[in-house]
């Protein structure tokens, strides 16, 4: 008689805990995406709207071979690092994740996330990760209130009511909103009564599923510094009865509005923003005060959504750097000049790599603006146009997006051999992985990490990683 087989790895769990079924967990810690996370036995449970300390009642909602996600049921005891959301709908809406935790834990549980990114992906012990940075106002943490732009789908209620809001976690049923606590207060007004003029014109809402309808998304803009506002409505054909004459009575109506904009998105996509925009009225773009200089920003510009999160490690930036007027800087995935700007006015020559020559064209607009006549940009892969740059930099500038540099890039800068390297990321784990290639065979060295909260109530974190030549 053969001996019984042991269960594979992949029923393992499935045999003991079913889908369904209701456990108790202790929260144990925070996932890079939000989640709290516990055990039971070596079962890996994640759930979602926990926070490290809580012991809760669990439904187990998916159980897999290693793990099982869970959905919140009960609170047995709370955790010390629990707090009551400042959003009505935070239970429901999916643009945060963390309104339920403290944020001074918030601050420290992102803290904890890159040192581990850089321990366990990147192979670096004893790296000096510093105090994570918060924007301010008036020597106060803006943990609220601090988004400078916000973009909501529209639907329609059952009842025929306008609405626009964000989708609930994991799916796209939305959540309607008349005001938003992370979005600048003084946008409140403007999302509460768009969708009831949008409602009184009569214009046909976007179904997504039929693709029939007009009104895709209402984005709003505002110039922390200036207090300038932009409203821009995504439209599918752009067919609008009425749009010139309401569009007039807005800027009447909210003296910051400083511009009206219509955006034609045709296509049956995700993608929120079309190619092309059309001012209605006022201008197509708002002014902001950013490093000390003048920027301007359209519809569709990307900038950072936290000013001042971004103008602090702007600060840590030049801090590091000490520039001292002599030193040739290459701001590769430069964007519109958010940092080449400012960086700018402190060296010789400044040069700006971007793929998106939408980007250039604004980056070029802002140094003509604020008589930057040291910093050139050019349009193409990075990959591409580092190797054939006609100078050697001092400084390479990356800020790349969350799947970090390629490969080439990383290659072509340990061939060029700039003195100095800072490296600005959204995602600490490709972070790290970078930060790995670069000092391999001690060809740099890494100083130290600046952790930034560009997103107070979410789990992502902005950080910069210095270097020198090894």
Request: glycine content about 8%; aromatic content about 8%.
């Amino acid at each position: 008689m053969s001996k019984s087989k042991s269960p594979a790895p992949a029923a393992k769990f499935t045999n003991l805990y079913q889908q369904g079924q209701l456990v108790e967990i202790e929260i144990a810690d925070l996932t890079d995406t939000g989640e709290g996370v516990g055990r039971i036995g070596e079962l890996v449970v994640f759930v979602p709207d926990t926070v490290t300390g809580d012991r809760a009642k669990v439904r187990l909602v998916q159980v897999k071979s290693g793990y099982a996600a869970g959905k919140l049921e009960e609170l047995v005891e709370k955790s010390e690092h629990r707090i009551r959301p400042n959003c009505i709908v935070a239970d429901k809406c999916g643009g945060c994740q963390w309104q339920h935790v403290d944020f001074q834990y918030q601050l420290a549980a992102k803290e904890e996330r890159v040192r581990q990114a850089l321990e366990r992906i990147g192979g670096f012990s004893n790296l000096t990760v510093d105090r994570i940075l918060t924007g301010t106002i008036d020597e106060l943490p803006q943990f609220l209130g601090y988004r400078n732009k916000a973009t909501y789908p529209v639907s329609k209620s059952a009842t025929g009511q306008v609405q626009a809001g964000y989708y609930q976690k994991s799916s796209h049923k939305l959540v309607n909103l008349n005001q938003c606590p992370v979005q600048d207060a003084r946008l409140n007004p403007l999302l509460k009564e768009i969708k009831e003029d949008i409602y009184w014109r009569d214009w046909p809402v976007y179904d997504e599923q039929k693709h029939t309808g007009e009104v895709r998304h209402l984005s709003l803009r505002i110039g922390r510094r200036t207090g300038e506002m932009l409203l821009t409505l995504i439209v599918r054909t752009g067919d609008l009865t009425g749009i010139g004459s309401q569009a007039a009575d807005w800027l009447k109506r909210y003296p910051q509005l400083v511009g009206v904009c219509v955006n034609v998105n045709s296509a049956k996509t995700n993608a929120i923003f079309g190619s092309e925009t059309s001012c209605i009225a006022g201008r197509s773009y708002i002014r902001e005060i950013f490093g000390g200089l003048e920027f301007q920003l359209g519809a569709d510009t990307f900038f950072q959504v936290n000013t001042e999160a971004a103008e602090a490690l702007l600060g840590a930036i030049q801090e590091e750097l000490n520039l001292q007027g002599s030193e040739i800087l290459v701001d590769a995935y430069c964007g519109i000049g958010t940092f080449t700007l400012p960086l700018a006015k402190q060296v010789q020559t400044a040069i700006g790599l971007e793929v998106q020559a939408e980007a250039i064209a604004q980056a070029q607009l802002n140094a003509k603006l604020n008589n930057l006549t040291n910093v050139s940009f050019q349009v193409g892969k990075v990959e591409k146009l580092l190797p054939q740059l006609d100078v050697v930099p001092d400084i390479v500038l990356l800020d790349p997006p969350r799947k970090g540099c390629d490969r080439a890039v990383l290659e072509t800068i340990k061939q060029i051999q700039p003195s100095r390297i800072v490296y600005v990321s959204c995602k600490p784990a490709t972070l790290a992985r970078d930060l790995k290639l670069l000092c391999d065979n001690g060809d740099y060295q890494v100083v130290r990490v600046q952790p930034a909260d560009f997103f107070p109530q979410t789990s992502h974190v902005e950080c910069a990683a210095f270097l020198v030549k090894g």
